[in-house]
């Protein structure tokens, strides 16, 4: 059977699975697939980033495109322009957000995690599109979501069959 978990990962090198991203937070654009969490570790690296939260936004001809939502810190005056160019230096061009809304604060689970939905439920003011139902096919997301599993599936395996094979001998 499969452990669905939504993440995906890909395997390093030495072996570790390090988890990339998760499935209902992939963007597709045009064909790609653009991942928020890189775009939103590359923003809060910025020097005037709080934190920033990125979300799909519904496109005609693309079928998504990457919306940044970002805090900054304190009295920080970085304008869009600047984090565009901050990203443009770490991505390619077709993945850079349409958009940089800047917030007061991104809704965030009692543990800290942020509330996606929540943000593209408060986001629909000013993008009324971003309500509209994703195209994902349940195909394409089952398919990374297989390999994904695979490999999480893979490494316990392995750990597993380290662990007893060093207790039998």
């Given at each position: 059977?499969?452990?669905?978990?939504?993440d995906i990962a890909i395997r390093t090198k030495d072996g570790?699975?390090?988890?990339t991203d998760r499935t209902k937070d992939l963007i597709k654009?045009?064909?790609?697939?653009?991942?928020?969490?890189?775009?939103?570790?590359?923003?809060?690296?910025?020097?005037?980033?709080?934190?920033?939260?990125?979300?799909?936004?519904?496109?005609?001809?693309?079928?998504?495109?990457?919306?940044?939502?970002?805090?900054?810190?304190?009295?920080?005056?970085?304008?869009?322009?600047?984090?565009?160019?901050?990203?443009?230096?770490?991505?390619?061009?077709?993945?850079?957000?349409?958009?940089?809304?800047?917030?007061?604060?991104?809704?965030?689970?009692?543990?800290?995690?942020?509330?996606?939905?929540?943000?593209?439920?408060?986001?629909?003011?000013?993008?009324?599109?971003?309500?509209?139902?994703?195209?994902?096919?349940?195909?394409?997301k089952m398919t990374k979501v297989s390999w994904s599993s695979?490999?999480?599936?893979?490494?316990?395996?392995?750990?597993?069959?380290?662990?007893?094979?060093?207790?039998?001998?």
């Amino acid at each position: 059977g499969w452990l669905y978990t939504g993440d995906i990962a890909i395997r390093t090198k030495d072996g570790y699975l390090k988890i990339t991203d998760r499935t209902k937070d992939l963007i597709k654009s045009g064909g790609e697939w653009i991942s928020s969490v890189d775009l939103e570790n590359a923003l809060m690296s910025h020097d005037d980033v709080f934190e920033a939260a990125v979300v799909a936004l519904p496109h005609p001809k693309w079928q998504e495109r990457p919306l940044a939502c970002v805090v900054l810190k304190g009295n920080a005056t970085v304008t869009k322009e600047e984090l565009m160019n901050f990203l443009g230096d770490q991505f390619a061009k077709w993945w850079l957000p349409d958009d940089i809304v800047f917030l007061k604060e991104i809704p965030k689970t009692s543990v800290g995690k942020f509330l996606k939905a929540k943000l593209r439920e408060n986001l629909a003011e000013i993008y009324p599109q971003i309500t509209m139902k994703y195209t994902f096919s349940l195909h394409e997301k089952m398919t990374k979501v297989s390999w994904s599993s695979f490999f999480i599936a893979l490494h316990l395996l392995n750990t597993y069959v380290e662990s007893h094979s060093s207790l039998s001998n």
